[in-house]
Structure formats: C-alpha cells, structure tokens
C-alpha cells in the first residue's frame, strides 16, 4: 500500500507541476499580449505619423486656399486700379475733345460775326 500511496503522490505532484507548466505558458501568453500591445503602440505612432501628414496636408490646402485669395483680392485690386486710370484717361481725352470741338466752333462763329457784323449795323445812338 505505501508503493500505491508514493505512486499516488507522484501522481499529485506530476498534476502540481502540469498546473505550473500551464500557468508559465499563461505567462508567456501575458508577454505576447504585451508583444502585441507593443505592435498597437506602433500602430498608434503610425497613425500619429498618418495623422500628422493629414494636418500638413490641411495646412497646405488652407494656405494654398488663402494664397489663391489673396492673389484673387490683388487681381480684383490691380484691375480696379487698371480700370478707374483707364476710365479717368478717358475722361481727360473727352474733355479734350470737348474742348477742341468747342474751341473749333467757337472760333467759326466769331469769324463769321466779325465778317458780317461791322459799325455801321449798330444803331447810333
């Protein structure tokens, strides 16, 4: 009986090892899940890095979008100034013109008077 006994703590302390073995590999499954938690930081930096182009994209789409107007605003400025100088200059030659015209016509009616018109059309008085 005292061999069955042995052989009964055998098997006792076979089973208490077996319960060792099993929480060591539960361990090494605690390190894997930590190797894989590591691999998600990574992800993570990943997606930070993602993240970060995303943000400089947006940036230079914003800049690139406040650039376009501010060069639409200096056109829009530029043919402001192009069409006020060119509407005044327009204004300086008809003013000229109108100046000529008259001047001309001015000038054939006085001779025209002076031709017809002498002392002697007067009245004395």
């Not at 061999?3 to 006792?12: A, G, I």
């Not at 970060?52 to 230079?60: A, K, L, N, P, S």
Request: aromatic residues 4%.
């Amino acid at each position: 009986m005292r061999l069955d006994d042995d052989d009964d703590d055998d098997d006792d302390d076979d089973d208490d090892d077996d319960d060792d073995d099993i929480e060591e590999e539960d361990d090494d499954d605690d390190d894997d899940d930590d190797d894989y938690d590591d691999d998600d930081d990574d992800d993570d930096d990943d997606n930070d890095d993602d993240d970060d182009i995303e943000e400089r994209r947006m940036m230079i789409m914003i800049m690139t979008m406040k650039m376009s107007m501010m060069m639409t605003m200096i056109m829009k400025m530029v043919v402001m100034v192009g069409m006020t100088t060119m509407m005044m200059m327009m204004m300086v030659v008809m003013v000229v013109v109108v100046y000529k015209v008259l001047s001309a016509l001015c000038a054939k009616v006085l001779r025209a008077f002076r031709k017809n018109v002498t002392w002697k059309s007067f009245p004395a008085g």
